[in-house]
């Protein structure tokens, strides 16, 4: 046997200082106590009933959705069940004008932030008038495309930064789109230009039916962050209050100047990737479903808000028929919408005087519509 | 009136639009400092400051993602693509994303971008440089492709473009970046984007064209004169949208056409007019419709353009067999 080169360097070591670091971070644990008490972000009675509503409110958005798509009265449907902590405690942090460009199972944080319900019924239908954003509403429509999101945001982030506004811009994808050369580009220009951004990477296990491990060698995804030289953090994210304090101490570091935080939220989706189709029970065993139901982020902070007395049955079920009814009316009101024409379409296919093609086409089609 | 060449034009007009609009954006790689590997942004940074014309990373999907993202914060981007033959890097953020801004806002959102880029051969750049890929941005609806042939034209429709509230693909030839000089005005002044100019009347023959063919066209239009036929020379300028109008009106002068492009015979924006003329105006033709093109080949390393790329004298014999049909 060769003697052993005498090494002065160790690569890998490196890479296991770094990953070594990464401990998920907790403040609410599976039975809802506080288990980092100088870190909880001590909200008010108020501020924790009303993540609560929020959560539970999603989570009948959620089954109510998944009804309804299988009755063929909503389209395309991303569950989110399992990522409610993630998804509304991070948007919790957020102030009204911060800007939201969302991944297409990031519904509800847009409803949270103004999107009246109708009009993601109308989006996830394919109807044209889902995406039309009311004034002043700082969001973009879902995006479609893994990874996109990112890219664009570090051009709000940038914009922002210029007009010296003290807003901060959130994106969010998965696991799967930490893989995606925009992931990457997204977060080093932000960081270059060390701009207001929240990049949340919500890690529920599967891209589609690819596990984690198959996705990357990464051991956390939080690390890819550092990287780009990005403060980053992983968190539980099925903890409300962890996600919550980590998403508010970024925003307050990006509005102060500090620059981006990747925040990597590990959650779990009960459902499918989608409900087009995707059977989870291919790539997932009811072992690893059950695990995580354990960590429930609704159970969780049902019992911590119960063992302050600021939530009880009655208050659920209020908070569960105002969802029902809210989304009966908002499913009345999408039906309203008008039938779309290919002259809509061509109408909204530039911005100011169609050109000639487009021009041509609308008056034939103007034509054909009115027969 | 200054005599400038076409890349001076260029910096000209950004300069114009950088005083005019202070929500007008100037960046991308190297363009800060250096001015551009072309130096298409010489000295605007040092006039307006590093706020307004920058440096980025090196990854052109980011700058197109930046360039959304500031449009959504009320910026007017200018991007400058340092080569178009790296379009495929950023095309989902061109054609996927800019593209669709107000289509999948119902109209509530727009994306007034300014994307410039280099194209066209005939300079002996490294591969994948030098390339005319022009006809996968124009099957793009949703944007606009504008390609100007002269110092005059350039200026005039990048100021249009910038002001422009859609995206915009502007393509500056990089053969004819320092070509020749023209007298442009020193004022702002703008030229319509979707409109094409006749860069010489004529009787017998129509000679459709854009961006370094242009150049080429006119040459050979000369040579033709010597033999008695009286050739018109439209340049399209703007190839998405396509201005039908002056072309069907050249046609029906002339009777007879060729459509000359420096991209490969299948890239398409030939193939466009040519079957814009056939819906719109076939009873006026005396002949077919021809096309001078590149061969369907990879575009070739530096040392084959010459062989490869379409010359006056291609045209001249093209043109030749539509007029003696």
Redesign the interface.
Known sequence: MAAEKNKQFDPTSVLHEIEEKFEMFQILNEDGKIVNKESDPNLSDEQLTELMERMVYTRILDQRSIALNRQGRLGFYAPTAGQEASQLASHYALEKDDFILPGYRDVPQLIFHGLPLHMAFLWSRGHFLGSEIPEGLNIFPPQIIIGAQYVQAAGVALGFQKRGTKSVVMTYTGDGGTSQGDFYEGLNFAGAFRSPAIFVVQNNQFAISTPREVQTAAKTLAQKGIAAGIPSILVDGMDPLAVYAVTKDARERAVKGDGPTLIETMCYRYGPHTMAGDDPTRYRTSDIDSEWEKRDPIVRFRLYLESKNLWNEEKENEVIERAKQEIKDAIKQADQAPKQKVTDFLKIMYTGDMPYNVQEQFDIYTEKESK | MAQLTMIQAITDAMRTELKNDENV?VFGEDVGKNGGVFRATEGLQKEFGE?RVFD??L?E??I????????????RPVMELQFFGFLFEVM??VN??AARM?????????A?ITIRSPFGGGVATPEMHADSLEGLVAAQ??L?VVIPSTPYDAKGLLISAIK???PVIFLEHMKLYRSFRQEVPEEEYTIPL?KADVKREGTDLSIITYGAMVQESLKAAEALEKDGHSVEVIDLRTI??????TIIASVEKTNRAIVVQEAQRQAGIAANVVSEIMERAVLSLEAPVLRVTAPDTIYPFAQGENTWLPKADDIVATAKKVLEF
Request: charged content about 20%.
């Open positions: 954006l706020e980025t990373p990854a999907s980011g197109g993602g930046l360039a959304i993202g500031l449009a959504l914060t009320g910026y989902d953020s996927g994303q107000s289509f999948r806002s119902a109209g509530k959102l727009n007034p609806p949703g606009k422009d509230e859609n979707g998405q949208p396509l201005d039908v109008e």
